[in-house]
């Protein structure tokens, strides 16, 4: 109503009443590939302006009514998953304020989420000594 952009992962929330999407600039959630398409229409019927919805391996899937636009995931050996989904959406949003178009935000997205895995954790460790002791 004050018209701020607001985006929020869906996918995070165990309470019915955080998981409502009116008024949602961008809702983002998570469903299997062969789900995706109606979990964005699900989204977008109830008043999210744009679904992106994230198939993990399967890659992702941008829709704002008129269109669809679907990303592969990018080939990783992960190394581990924590924090791909949050560096996905971090990506994806840079580009999308930025004003680029959703294929642009969806390969920003799984470029993101893919250097994530690559680590162990949510960011890069760096290792520090404490006493003699060195610890990741």
């Known amino acids: 109503a004050l018209g701020v952009s607001v985006s929020q992962d869906l996918s995070v929330n165990n309470r019915p009443e955080n998981l409502d999407p009116a008024g949602l600039s961008i809702a983002f959630a998570s469903a299997a590939a062969a789900a ?3 979990v964005a229409a699900g989204l977008l019927d109830a008043g999210a302006e744009l679904a992106v919805v994230t198939m993990g391996a399967d ?3 941008a829709r704002d009514g008129a269109r669809s636009v679907r990303m592969p995931a990018l080939p ?3 190394v581990d998953t924590t924090g791909a989904g949050d560096s996905f959406i971090a990506g994806f949003l840079s580009v999308h304020a930025a004003g ?3 294929a642009a935000a969806l390969a ?3 470029s993101a989420a893919r250097l994530t895995c690559l680590h162990p954790g949510g960011f890069p460790q760096q290792a ?3 006493a003699g002791v060195t610890i990741l």
Do not use: Q
């Open 76 to 78: 990783v050996d992960p």
């Open 36 to 38: 995706a398409e109606a």
């Open 100 to 102: 680029g178009d959703l």
């Open 59 to 61: 890659g992702s899937l």
């Open 128 to 130: 520090i000594d404490l």
């Open 108 to 110: 920003a997205g799984a």
